[in-house]
């Protein structure tokens, strides 16, 4: 079951129908990640995979930033009073093993955990999403920007690299000029242009944010889960395969789907010439 309640900068709130709200809640940080963070988010993942109740993820940061990207001012966290949702462990970095280590095993985590969640996710980008900000919005299924929001990994403006994924999540939207021309100009572009170049899907007023996103994740969560689902999978796994490695996988999803109940009402629904009540498997259980 997914815990809600307030963790180590972020919180967690659960919403009908099934929609679970994770808000980057260290404003004067600018949202900055740690490694507890992300520890404690992976976690927070994994619950949302396998709780039922949980059927959408949506993303957003108080205050002025999405996540400005990893916290290096070197100021101790701020979480009194917050729930830690595993334990410490050494960070790594401290020699180059040790960074290997460490980004395989507690930074990349992160993003794999977003991009293997079988329930959609929404990033709701309310501000400044850089570097690791930057690739959790990418590993998301649905970005929406606030008209204020900027995005960019400029990573290179420390001798850095986007060593989280990003650069193949660039690729992966974008091609691989477009994203030569990001990552080594340290471009941080405006919503508009993010939109432009198909970083995010829509652009809303930044009052309207909130609101739009959790109309989508309200339009997410009533439709068919199970098919949902397995089409979120294969249209990943498409992007990676070759053409008969893809109609391979569809067709194996598509012995699950056809066979389950949502299908039977979707069928059901348009000879009755009426909106499908999908997910009634779900609501048995609730």
Request: with cysteine; net charge negative.
């Amino acid at each position: 079951m997914l815990a809600t309640g307030e963790f180590r900068g972020f919180e967690v709130a659960m919403h009908d129908p099934g929609i679970a709200v994770i808000t980057f809640n260290q404003p004067e940080r600018l949202n900055g990640m740690t490694q507890p963070l992300k520890r404690d988010l992976v976690e927070a993942l994994t619950q949302a995979q396998m709780d039922d109740a949980v059927r959408v993820v949506v993303f957003t940061g108080r205050g002025r930033a999405f996540s400005a990207g990893d916290d290096i001012s070197g100021r101790p966290p701020q979480a009194q009073g917050a729930e830690a949702l595993v334990p410490d462990i050494f960070p790594g970095h401290h020699n180059a093993i040790g960074t290997y280590e460490g980004l395989r095993v507690l930074s990349q985590a992160l993003n794999v955990a977003v991009r293997n969640l079988d329930k959609l996710s929404i990033a709701a980008i309310n501000g400044i999403a850089i570097q690791t900000g930057l690739s959790l919005a990418l590993a998301c299924d649905f970005r929406i920007a606030a008209e204020s929001a900027r995005l960019g990994s400029a990573t290179l403006r420390f001798g850095l690299l986007p060593d989280e994924g990003g650069q193949f999540l660039l690729v992966q939207l974008m091609g691989v000029a477009k994203t030569m021309d990001f990552l080594v100009r340290k471009r941080i572009v405006s919503a508009m242009e993010a939109h432009e170049l198909g970083l995010v899907h829509e652009v809303v007023p930044d009052f309207a944010l909130q609101e739009r996103a959790m109309a989508l994740a309200t339009e997410l969560a009533n439709g068919p889960q199970v098919a949902m689902r397995l089409l979120k999978r294969t249209v990943y796994n498409a992007a990676e395969m070759t053409f008969a490695h893809a109609l391979d996988d569809i067709a194996a999803k598509t012995a699950v789907s056809d066979h389950h109940p949502d299908a039977r009402e979707g069928v059901r629904a348009f000879q009755e010439k009426r909106e499908p009540q999908f997910n009634a498997w779900l609501e048995e259980k609730s």
